[in-house]
């Protein structure tokens, strides 16, 4: 896959761009804050409709503008797609693909395969498992459409449970029953869907890590969910009247987690600066690499925000040499430094194209 063309207007700080990229390597240089993130933000608007920075779609309007648009221009395994995504302040937004408008956001996600490493993801040692478990969603709902819809009726279920049981009132034990069935009925599937994931993800985990830092270290990834305890709907009613108490939902795969270690002990707290962006890296190439053999059978496109800050010279070296080679599609890379991006410049077989940003102006 191809990003050919991208046009944005009014998207956060950017007013108005209409960029042509290479097909290969496009590079985005600048002093933080001037908009390089917000160009690949947009990338990521068209393929997942959400802002990877914003959650709340009109907060990607540019101040003081009343409406926002991105519209990319795609190369699909031989076929021209066009996706576009408008919305005006206090409305829905409208995406688009070849013009004709989706009745379900959930039919666009996986056409566009994209893998974002960014300082951001910092967050996925250091946050909560919700951090985690997005990390898995991200990945699984972009090649298995099934479990997009799962996830959702999981969603769903678990809030009106935990509505429920916030009432003053005793809740009705046939409603609470039903939502309880939803919620242990597509919390099986989505449990299943991540098992298998993280087993076959796992090892090739390990091998990016292992080329990144040169084999000296070891990694692993431990998925546990309640899940893995019995028949769940008989764990999420077990506790019922705690829950009650509580006033949410104790049990369930909304309580899963993706424990991450280095050397065997959790990296949270052994790992050292350079070491916990290694391993967010090669968790991101590692993403990348099963997206390209699942999902739309196309190449995903890969997206670089700052990457290389705090790593050492031999781990920068060698992401340079794993990002240049043929194993990846059109890569869009961002940094202050341009020292980095000539590197990078140095080994492409083929065109690239280097963007200045200033101010939210990309020349």
């Known amino acids: 896959m191809i990003l050919k063309r991208l046009t944005i207007l009014n998207y956060r700080n950017i007013a108005e761009a209409e960029l042509e990229f290479s097909p290969k390597i496009n590079c985005f240089v600048g002093h933080n804050g001037e908009g390089k993130t917000n160009v690949l933000d947009a990338i990521y608007f068209l393929s997942l409709t959400k802002s990877m920075a ?165 990694v692993s990834l431990q998925y546990t969910s309640h899940g893995q305890r019995g028949n769940l709907l008989d764990i999420i009613q077990r506790d ?24 065997g002990f959790p990296i949270k707290r052994e790992g050292s600066q350079g070491q916990n962006k290694t391993y967010i890296i090669s968790l991101k190439l590692a993403q990348f690499d099963f997206l390209k053999r699942t999902g739309s059978k196309t190449t995903p496109l890969l997206l670089l925000d700052d990457i290389f800050d705090k790593l050492d010279a031999q781990r920068v070296e060698q992401i340079v040499n794993l990002v240049a080679s043929d194993a990846f599609g059109q890569i869009f890379i961002t940094d202050t430094n341009r020292e980095h991006l000539d590197k990078i410049l140095e080994r492409v077989q083929g065109e690239y194209k280097i963007f200045q940003v200033e101010g939210g102006n990309i020349l």
């Open 54 to 218: 914003n959650s709340i779609d009109s907060m990607n309007i540019r101040h003081g503008e009343e409406m926002m648009m991105v519209q990319g221009i795609y190369d699909l395994n031989g076929t021209e797609e066009e996706i576009s995504i408008g919305m005006k302040m206090h409305q829905k937004k409208h995406v688009k693909r070849n013009k004709k408008e989706y009745q379900r956001l959930a039919d666009h996600i996986g056409l566009l395969p994209i893998i974002i490493a960014s300082p951001n993801d910092s967050t996925l040692i250091s946050g909560g498992s919700d951090e985690r478990r997005r990390l898995m969603d991200i990945v699984i709902s972009q090649y298995d459409s099934e479990y997009m819809t799962a996830l959702t009726a999981y969603n769903k279920a678990l809030q009106q449970r935990n509505a429920l049981l916030k009432a003053e009132e005793e809740p009705n034990e046939e409603i609470m029953a039903v939502f309880e069935e939803m919620m242990a009925e597509n919390g099986e599937r989505i449990y299943r869907k991540r098992q298998a994931f993280i087993e076959e993800f796992t090892p090739v985990f390990q091998h990016f890590y292992s080329l990144i830092s040169g084999g000296d270290e070891e």
């Open 240 to 263: 019922r009247q705690k829950d009650r108490i509580m006033g949410y939902s104790l049990h369930g795969i909304h309580k899963d987690e993706l424990e991450m270690s280095l050397g």
